[in-house]
């Protein structure tokens, strides 16, 4: 991988981490139970409850997608950053945005 390619991931992964940084806390807030005394109606209540885990999960996933994101960051400058375990041919910049923990190419993740 070349120093540009390596200046590119690190911008790409740095501006997500920002991003996640935000996005985490505000769904944390919308994950807060909702307390049995509020009178919203029992279906709103219900909704909401949906709501709650569908949000519950993308919080999750934002968690996950921060920690990798972070380790692809340290593993940044290694010499062997970006190229694939397997046939040691680079890895395409779109997988690594799209999955930074990967260390196999395509074709050999087939």
Request: aromatic share 2%; glycine share 2%.
């Amino acid at each position: 991988m070349t120093d540009a390619q390596k200046r590119e991931f690190r911008a790409y992964a740095q501006a997500e981490i920002d991003g996640l940084k935000t996005e985490i806390p505000r769904l944390e807030t919308l994950v807060q139970p909702v307390a049995p005394d509020n009178a919203i109606g029992r279906i709103s209540r219900m909704d909401t409850i949906v709501n709650q885990s569908v949000t519950k999960a993308q919080l999750s996933k934002c968690k996950i997608r921060l920690v990798r994101l972070k380790a692809a960051l340290e593993r940044v400058d290694d010499e062997d950053f970006g190229l694939c375990v397997e046939c040691d041919e680079p890895i395409p910049m779109a997988r690594l945005k799209a999955m930074p923990e990967t260390q196999l190419c395509v074709e050999c993740a087939d």
